[in-house]
């Protein structure tokens, strides 16, 4: 019986998304009665998941946001104007010390960072990536999993996960390796997507889904969670954090995946999510969190 990653409830049921297919297992998009947390059920395990990173296509199908650019490498300089504008905000909290972004891929992020006078340490498990943010930012890359390395590693000024929780299972063990490498005036930092949210947008996704025969895709579980802006505050809350800044936006529409077409379909598809960021990114809509991202910045309590 599935149990809810974060409030531990069994009471559930099969989201209108549908989910994913992957090698033969359907991964069913399940909702959460009791905190309304959404999450991919069956959890994808070990095997699973290495098989899912192992296959290089992963970083090769990376859209960079708020560009037109296909793969993690080509997406360099866009990725790096994305990272300065989340450091002007960590900076008015933090302008200087360590830093150690989990998850950090080829270290875009970090690179930014280090312009900035952070002193910077990288971790991720992707080989090939740990070797190109040395070789690319001169940055120390800890080539592990999280879990183990954060057993053994110094504290941090500021730790930083970008696109990287709705990666894995776990919340509480997950935040509580985050803590092992925190002390009481650490910065926690969390940017991510949120699919399924509240927005203009998502109703159009849902009406479509109305209409589908096979809800299922054909794509790798790589979210397992997905959190909305209720459930991500209540994610930190629930695990010993504070949070100093919380903010929900929504990307314009570079790219509306699934709707590049020409089809009145694909076409009303771009004008509602072009709306639907405008509302979003208004007054009214960052007072009822409308959007389809997360930027978060939380201590210890
Ligand atoms: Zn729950």
Redesign the pocket.
């Known amino acids: 019986m599935p149990k ?6 069994v009471k559930t049921k099969r989201s209108i998304f549908g989910g994913y297919r992957y090698q033969g297992t359907p991964f069913y998009l399940t909702r ?6 959404l999450y991919v059920d069956p959890l994808p395990d070990k095997d699973v998941m290495k098989k899912m990173y192992d296959d290089a296509d992963y970083f090769k199908k990376y859209w960079v946001r708020n560009s037109r650019i296909l793969g993690y490498y080509e997406g360099k300089d866009a990725a790096r104007d994305n990272a300065v504008k989340t450091l002007d905000v960590i900076k008015k909290y933090k302008n200087t010390g360590s830093m150690i972004d989990i998850g950090c891929a080829g270290g875009h992020f970090l690179g930014a960072a280090k312009e900035m006078g952070y002193k910077c340490t990288g971790l991720e498990p992707n080989a090939a990536m740990a070797a190109y943010a040395k070789n690319t930012y001169g940055i120390d890359v800890i080539n592990k999993d999280f879990c183990e390395a954060s057993l053994t590693l110094p504290k941090f000024d500021i730790v930083y996960m970008g696109d990287v929780l709705e990666h894995m299972s776990g919340v509480d063990n997950i935040f509580g390796c985050v803590k092992n490498v925190m002390t009481k005036t650490s910065l926690f930092v969390i940017e991510g997507p949120m699919t399924f949210n509240r927005s203009l947008y998502n109703m159009f996704l849902a009406l479509n889904m109305v209409f589908k025969k096979d809800r299922m895709s054909d794509n790798p579980p790589y979210h397992i969670l997905e959190f909305a802006a209720n ?1 991500m505050r209540r994610a930190i809350e629930d695990n010993g954090f504070r949070l100093l800044y919380f903010r929900i936006t929504e990307d314009s529409p570079r790219f509306v995946e699934g709707f590049d077409g020409n089809s009145l379909k694909e076409k009303a598809g771009r004008l509602v999510k072009y709306v639907s960021a405008e509302v979003s990114c208004s007054p009214v809509g960052h007072a009822l969190s409308l959007g389809d991202r997360v930027f978060l910045i939380a201590a210890v309590r």
Do not use: E, H, K, R
């Open positions: 809810c990653p974060l409030c531990g409830s959460c009665l009791g905190c309304g947390f459930t």
